[in-house]
């Protein structure tokens, strides 16, 4: 990228002015993530402007405009010639987080394409590439070519993200993972739009998670990221709904690949955890309204559509004839025992009767971790069919005895590990009555013409 004639671009300078709190223009912001991508930035500097993003932060402009050069930094699907209008979701990742499993399915059954690019599990949270790859022969890596044309055939494909896309975003993250610089709004907001903007969607529901589970643990973080990911959505011209939802217990009953995949297809049937099915219609529902070619314009009449498509089977279908065109074993998603099963399985009881205060999905998380069911490293392997499932929710009353979890493992050694774990850190009953976890806290939605917090 070339410098505008009035400035002169120096790594050194653009590192200064951030560290003195000086905004940047769109040309520096420009031409840094350029020359970083080119490699012709070192990581040194690179890092230090990081570290002076994180202590400054970044206005509203130089978030967007950072968004917008990591997007430029690859290549760009274009959807345009296969869907009308491509509607996307984001998870900012949790603990049992099965929604677009299911979500994705119901939105096509309702008549809106979804082609979208997914992720694999990272630390306690889950990815929805993972939980694919349970079902046999399940091809996660298409070409550009075969991704569009899924989606041109069936409207809907689920796939990984293609090598080239947002280069700079996955540079700059792999260095922010190992300079201490990843908690930054602008930076996370614009890591993560980035790539939902150079996927080529028109619109984006966003499913920003809060609680012990998720990144963002306050509900004023998770509002601060979320409103930061919708501006740049309103200011790249897309339509963005952002939900803010809980994520301090697990969602649903399973947590671990193939248990959630099977808790997935138990849900298209309708016979889903009511947490579960409730946050997906919400989630599916959303979706829906954003495209201007839905045939349910209104939040209520997108709702009942969702629940139709589950009841009719008709969301169902879709979810089969996508495992089919992506080469997975059908067979296992008409009989879901069929999936991975782990050797051994344990539980966990409450050992008091009272109400249940505590179930800790930061520890759920790294239990399915400890029985092999995550990774901790990039490109490590997982044991798709282990897991926990935590069989009731916070504010539930309880006996002593009741089973609370169910652990499930291949390996005794690490059986050991997850049920040591949950006993110590992941619950807690207590004798006074306790109220629910609502599902969801907020919403925030902004479009190209306008932008508003209901
Ligand atoms: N997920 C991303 O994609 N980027 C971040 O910076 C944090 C979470």
Same mark, same amino acid.
């Given at each position: 990228?070339?410098?505008?004639?009035?400035?002169?671009?120096?790594?050194?300078?653009?590192?200064?002015?951030? !560290?003195?709190?000086?905004?940047?223009?769109?040309?520096?912001?420009?031409?840094?993530?350029?020359?970083?991508?080119?490699?012709?930035?070192?990581?040194?500097?690179?890092?230090?402007?990081?570290?002076?993003?994180?202590?400054?932060?970044?206005?509203?402009?130089?978030?967007?405009?950072?968004?917008?050069?990591?997007?430029?930094?690859?290549?760009?699907?274009?959807?345009?010639?296969?869907?009308?209008?491509?509607?996307?979701?984001?998870?900012?990742?949790?603990?049992?987080?099965?929604?677009?499993?299911?979500?994705?399915?119901?939105?096509?059954?309702?008549?809106?394409?979804?082609?979208?690019?997914?992720? !694999?599990?990272?630390?306690?949270?889950?990815?929805?590439?993972?939980?694919?790859?349970?079902?046999?022969?399940?091809?996660?890596?298409?070409?550009?070519?075969?991704?569009?044309?899924?989606?041109?055939?069936?409207?809907?494909?689920?796939?990984?993200?293609?090598?080239?896309?947002?280069?700079?975003?996955?540079?700059?993250?792999?260095?922010?993972?190992?300079?201490?610089?990843?908690?930054?709004?602008?930076?996370?907001?614009?890591?993560?739009?980035?790539?939902?903007?150079?996927?080529?969607?028109?619109?984006?529901?966003?499913?920003?998670?809060?609680?012990?589970?998720?990144?963002?643990?306050?509900?004023?973080?998770?509002?601060?990221?979320?409103?930061?990911?919708?501006?740049?959505?309103?200011?790249?011209?897309?339509?963005?709904?952002?939900?803010?939802?809980?994520?301090?217990?697990?969602?649903?009953?399973?947590?671990?690949?193939?248990?959630?995949?099977?808790?997935?297809?138990?849900?298209?049937?309708?016979?889903?955890?009511?947490?579960?099915?409730?946050?997906?219609?919400?989630?599916?529902?959303?979706?829906?309204?954003?495209?201007?070619?839905?045939?349910?314009?209104?939040?209520?009449?997108?709702?009942?559509?969702?629940?139709?498509?589950?009841?009719?089977?008709?969301?169902?279908?879709?979810?089969?004839?996508?495992?089919?065109?992506?080469?997975?074993?059908?067979?296992?998603?008409?009989?879901?025992?069929?999936?991975?099963?782990?050797?051994?399985?344990?539980?966990?009881?409450?050992?008091?009767?009272?109400?249940?205060?505590?179930?800790?999905?930061?520890?759920?998380?790294?239990?399915?971790?400890?029985?092999?069911?995550?990774?901790?490293?990039?490109?490590?392997?997982?044991?798709?069919?282990?897991?926990?499932?935590?069989?009731?929710?916070?504010?539930?009353?309880?006996?002593?005895?009741?089973?609370?979890?169910?652990?499930?493992?291949?390996?005794?050694?690490?059986?050991?590990?997850?049920?040591? !774990?949950?006993?110590?850190?992941?619950?807690?009953?207590?004798?006074?009555?306790?109220?629910?976890?609502?599902?969801?806290?907020?919403?925030?939605?902004?479009?190209?013409?306008?932008?508003?917090? !209901?």
């Amino acid at each position: 990228m070339k410098p505008s004639s009035s400035e002169t671009m120096s790594a050194v300078e653009i590192i200064s002015l951030k !560290r003195d709190k000086k905004p940047l223009s769109t040309a520096q912001i420009n031409w840094f993530i350029a020359e970083y991508t080119a490699d012709r930035i070192p990581d040194y500097q690179a890092a230090a402007w990081l570290m002076a993003v994180v202590l400054n932060g970044m206005t509203r402009q130089e978030t967007s405009d950072l968004t917008l050069a990591m997007v430029r930094s690859g290549d760009q699907a274009d959807l345009s010639d296969v869907v009308p209008y491509a509607v996307d979701k984001h998870s900012t990742g949790g603990v049992g987080d099965k929604t677009s499993l299911v979500v994705l399915p119901i939105v096509v059954a309702c008549g809106i394409p979804v082609a979208k690019m997914s992720g !694999r599990s990272l630390g306690h949270t889950g990815g929805t590439l993972d939980k694919l790859e349970s079902i046999a022969g399940f091809q996660v890596e298409l070409s550009i070519e075969r991704f569009k044309q899924l989606a041109k055939e069936n409207h809907l494909v689920i796939a990984g993200q293609t090598a080239n896309l947002a280069p700079a975003d996955r540079n700059l993250y792999a260095l922010r993972d190992v300079t201490g610089t990843i908690p930054s709004i602008p930076l996370i907001a614009s890591s993560i739009m980035s790539k939902k903007i150079a996927s080529g969607t028109d619109a984006i529901v966003l499913d920003v998670k809060v609680g012990e589970g998720s990144f963002m643990k306050s509900l004023a973080e998770a509002r601060g990221l979320a409103t930061a990911m919708v501006e740049i959505g309103v200011d790249a011209g897309k339509a963005v709904t952002a939900l803010l939802s809980d994520m301090s217990q697990p969602l649903g009953i399973t947590a671990g690949n193939a248990l959630e995949v099977r808790e997935a297809i138990e849900t298209l049937h309708g016979e889903g955890p009511n947490d579960f099915t409730d946050h997906v219609i919400e989630i599916a529902a959303q979706m829906i309204v954003l495209s201007p070619h839905s045939e349910y314009q209104t939040i209520e009449s997108a709702r009942d559509a969702a629940r139709q498509a589950i009841q009719d089977g008709s969301a169902f279908g879709k979810f089969r004839t996508m495992v089919a065109a992506q080469g997975g074993d059908v067979r296992q998603v008409d009989n879901p025992e069929l999936l991975p099963t782990a050797e051994f399985c344990e539980t966990i009881t409450a050992a008091q009767s009272g109400y249940i205060e505590r179930l800790d999905a930061l520890q759920i998380g790294q239990a399915v971790i400890d029985v092999g069911g995550g990774r901790e490293t990039k490109g490590a392997p997982i044991d798709h069919a282990v897991g926990v499932e935590t069989l009731h929710k916070i504010g539930d009353q309880v006996n002593r005895g009741d089973i609370v979890f169910r652990v499930h493992a291949n390996d005794q050694a690490r059986l050991a590990r997850a049920i040591k !774990r949950l006993h110590e850190k992941a619950l807690a009953v207590a004798t006074e009555p306790v109220e629910g976890r609502p599902l969801f806290y907020d919403t925030i939605s902004g479009s190209p013409s306008h932008h508003t917090s !209901r």
